[in-house]
């Protein structure tokens, strides 16, 4: 009875099914846009051909409705650039082979004449601005969010470089945003990799209970976790265990939840920062409160004596605030 109430849950919060291919259709165009911006004016940053790509919540289909942004990454051409940490060379940039590179134009760069990931990112939205007038810079100054009306939702370009470092190997730099001029290393290559490979192997229960629990943490948590830390929790709650029903993944998952909460949550590629690294003190000890809340509420009816189906149900419901019979 449980297993199907939270199938039909899910299934009423279920993201468009259309979305990645629109999305799809919207990287191509805007990709359109930029090589004939670059057709007019060599002084804009060239993007690698071939190296951009659609990540986060959207691709690894773990959002639940109603849908409101994809992620895309814009690898831009990092010819004749190398990357430099604590003023070490520590690789090169991946580029196209071409022996001039607009990024080191002195209008890129920042007062260490290094390249400058905000006047990049103010000098795209710009370019796309021209095209498309709702952007606006988002995430703490890491992204160009694109509003397109006839999606009914947005994009959040992320520039990027690509870099192959001496020590970690590929991977991509990133505005550390805030108003920051530097970089910060990530690869959401590693999670999308990681969770298409777990999904693959619970046929498909991984992606269904990220969804069920980010619809806890909205209807329960009051938002507390956000968004990919919760997806990253039930990843590590579900990740080498045989289980084969959505009920039991989300009892397993409220199971596993307040220890992981105590813990640090790193993300999947090992870069800084954490990915609960915005979670307040406060926020982690009332969300550690709402699954314990939850975890009371199940309890008796995984024990060992019998409750009636109606017990159950209330249960159930009143860890989801009401609404999963609604």
Known sequence: MINSLLTTFLNKHDPDKDIVNQAS?????????????LEKDNSLPFVLEGEDFLFGSAIRGTKPAPFDDIDLLLVLDGSTLNAVEAGQNVGQAYG??????????????????????????????????????????????????????????????????????????????????????????????????????????LKGLLTSTCRIMRKWNELSNNKRLFGFHVDTLVFKALNCKNITTLENTVVECFGCFDQLLAELCPQFSGFYPNIDHKLSDENRSLSRKKIQEAVSYLKPIYGALPVSPSYSLRAWN??????LTK
């Open 318 to 323: 009143a860890v989801f605030n009401g609404e």
């Open 96 to 201: 196209s082979g071409m022996n001039y590179n607009p990024l080191a134009l002195p209008k890129y760069l920042d007062e260490n004449n290094l390249i400058s990931s905000q006047k990049i990112l103010n000098q795209i939205r710009a370019v796309l601005d021209e095209t498309y007038s709702r952007s606006e810079i988002r995430k703490d100054g890491q992204a160009i969010n694109i509003w397109l009306d006839t999606y009914g939702f947005g994009i959040d370009v992320v520039p990027a470089i690509k870099i192959n470092h001496t020590q970690h190997g590929p991977h991509y730099f990133i505005p550390q945003g805030s108003g920051s001029h530097m970089w910060m290393s990530t690869n959401p290559l590693s999670d999308l990799t990681a969770f298409g490979t777990e999904d693959q192997r």
């Open 25 to 37: 259709d919207s990287q191509k165009r805007l990709r359109e846009i930029l090589a004939s911006k």
